[in-house]
């Protein structure tokens, strides 16, 4: 069974980072289209940035353009999420996805594995 495991959340200063990761077991994260998601208290779950099959990330939301990172290690099967000046709007559970099938980035709509999340908490 596919499992995607988050780790790497917890509280910071504005300003600060945080590294994420996500764990992949019976599923390699090479070749795939893998993003990360976040969901602030009361709001939807919202797309932050995918990573393509090539490498090549795509950006959901400008609120996080130069400011995060997406990439990953084939060798550990993991995908991270590199978060700097983080500002307390960034507050939020933050869970990774992969698409159970298809050649594109997943959405919140689309048929995905999903982690258990990770909390980061931003104070200001």
């Known amino acids: 069974q596919v499992q995607l495991v988050e780790s790497g959340g917890g509280s910071v200063q504005a300003g600060g980072s945080l590294s994420l990761s996500c764990a992949a077991s019976?599923?390699?994260?090479?070749?795939?289209?893998m993003g990360w998601f976040r969901q602030a208290p009361g709001k939807e779950r919202e797309g932050l940035v995918c990573l393509t099959w090539n490498n090549m990330p795509r950006y959901y939301t400008e609120s996080v353009k130069g400011r995060f990172t997406i990439s990953r290690d084939n060798v550990k099967n993991t995908l991270y999420l590199q978060m700097n000046n983080l500002k307390p709007e960034d507050t939020g559970m933050y869970y990774c996805?992969?698409?159970?099938?298809?050649?594109?980035?997943?959405?919140?709509?689309?048929?995905?594995?999903w982690g258990q999340g990770t909390q980061v908490t931003v104070s200001s």
């Open positions: 019976e599923f390699t994260v090479n070749w795939q289209f």
């Open positions: 996805a992969a698409r159970v099938s298809g050649q594109s980035c997943p959405t919140v709509e689309s048929d995905n594995y």
